[in-house]
């Protein structure tokens, strides 16, 4: 069984191996930078954005299971049984466009959200057991937004571009082992498959979070929601921490600078995650407030660690954008670690449909 510091360790060696290969595996889309902040966008319904606000908590969805039938098909049942893949896994999808239109076509066709969430380094989550909230149990994860590889166009069989993918995977792999190269040593080929994906999909520029179930173990995670016809769908859902169950910090003067100084990245401050994060927030938010050197430059923003990293929230094409955005913006304001999220809406416009009494979002 893998450590968590090995599952951790694993997700940077494949971050690495696509940072350092990416053209070799015929990959004709931005080149993944490693340790790059890069922003990442989840486009969902109005309810479902509601509900990972209220919640906390990101859903993560069966694979084969998604709008891409051809998902973990696309090498064939054939190669999946002679490479012994039997891998159960669960994805959260990102994308790198945040105001797409064959997003908001896709997964917004009654209105919605384009959420911009900073997932693209590895971190640590906790899957929560179907019946956390009797329980309060759970099972740690790691887990960061990992680009997909798309298949060539220009293969007349998408199965014999699946298989090309694979083949230049298992050459690298192997002549590191060659070289005594260790960079890889804890990557196998089946860690590949589930960020294989279909052409026809390339210009999502997707990234994937995944929980892989391998050996259920996580099944103690799985939920099942209705879906209109009558079928169930599996889930996992996924938080980022538990404030209230973590230590205290003492607030001093010297422990916010600490915190400000220790800043990843430009303008963006982290609270820790600790017991009293909500009066240790607004103790550093204050602070920022009063010291003229940081605020100089332009705004600073606040995020909580331990909470959903919603950066933005875009409202997609619909009617009453600007009530939307109105009503999603006092939702984040009534919650601390989401106050410095932007709300904006996007400029691509709404049409009304002449065809009948339904709408449509998008002109034809």
């Keep these: 069984m893998i450590s968590k510091i090995s599952e951790e360790q694993?997700?940077?060696?494949?971050?690495?191996?696509?940072?350092?290969?990416?053209?070799?595996?015929?990959?004709?889309?931005?080149?993944?930078?490693?340790?790059?902040?890069?922003?990442?966008?989840?486009?969902?319904?109005?309810?479902?954005?509601?509900s990972i606000l209220e919640?906390?908590?990101?859903?993560?969805?069966?694979?084969?299971?998604?709008?891409?039938?051809s998902e973990e098909r696309l090498l064939g049942n054939k190669w999946?049984?002679?490479?012994?893949?039997?891998?159960?896994?669960?994805?959260?999808?990102?994308?790198?466009?945040?105001?797409?239109?064959?997003?908001w076509r896709s997964y917004c066709s009654n209105g919605g959200?384009?959420?911009?969430?900073?997932?693209?380094?590895?971190?640590?989550?906790?899957?929560?057991?179907?019946?956390?909230?009797?329980?309060?149990?759970?099972?740690?994860?790691?887990?960061?937004?990992?680009?997909?590889?798309?298949?060539?166009?220009?293969?007349?069989?998408?199965?014999?571009?699946?298989?090309?993918?694979?083949?230049?995977?298992?050459?690298?792999?192997e002549e590191t082992i060659i070289k005594g190269n260790k960079n890889y040593s804890l990557l196998k080929l089946?860690?590949?498959?589930?960020?294989?994906?279909?052409?026809?999909?390339?210009?999502?520029?997707?990234?994937?979070l995944l929980i892989n179930n391998f050996n259920n173990k996580y099944s103690?995670?799985?939920g099942f929601r209705k879906l209109p016809n009558g079928t169930k769908s599996p889930y996992i859902d996924v938080i980022c921490g538990i404030v209230n169950k973590t230590r205290k910090i003492t607030i001093s003067k010297n422990k916010i600078k600490k915190i400000i100084d220790n800043s990843e990245f430009e303008k963006t401050i982290i609270v820790p995650i600790c017991s009293n994060q909500e009066e240790l927030y607004m103790a550093v938010r204050e602070y920022i407030k009063k010291d003229e050197t940081l605020e100089k430059d332009g705004e600073i923003k606040l995020f909580c660690d331990g909470h959903i990293p919603i950066r933005s929230i875009k409202i997609g094409p619909m009617p009453d954008q600007e009530r939307i955005k109105e009503q999603v913006q006092i939702y984040c304001n009534s919650k601390y670690w989401l106050q410095y999220v932007d709300v904006s809406i996007s400029a691509i416009p709404y049409i009304t449909s002449i065809n009948s009494k339904s709408t449509s979002i998008f002109s034809m």
Aim: one cysteine or more; a negative charge.
């Design 10 to 50: 694993k997700l940077k060696q494949l971050e690495l191996f696509l940072v350092n290969n990416w053209e070799n595996l015929w990959q004709t889309g931005k080149s993944p930078k490693k340790n790059k902040r890069i922003p990442l966008y989840h486009y969902t319904s109005i309810d479902a954005l509601f």
């Design 55 to 69: 919640n906390d908590t990101l859903r993560f969805s069966n694979l084969r299971l998604s709008n891409d039938f």
């Design 80 to 103: 999946l049984s002679e490479n012994n893949y039997d891998s159960v896994n669960f994805i959260f999808c990102v994308g790198e466009a945040g105001n797409l239109l064959s997003q």
């Design 113 to 173: 959200a384009a959420i911009e969430l900073d997932v693209a380094k590895p971190y640590k989550y906790y899957a929560l057991h179907s019946d956390y909230n009797e329980t309060g149990k759970y099972e740690n994860i790691y887990s960061m937004a990992i680009p997909v590889l798309y298949t060539q166009i220009d293969y007349e069989d998408v199965r014999d571009a699946a298989h090309q993918i694979t083949e230049l995977i298992k050459s690298i792999l």
């Design 190 to 208: 089946n860690d590949f498959v589930p960020y294989i994906k279909h052409f026809a999909f390339h210009e999502e520029e997707e990234r994937r």
């Design 220 to 222: 103690k995670c799985i």
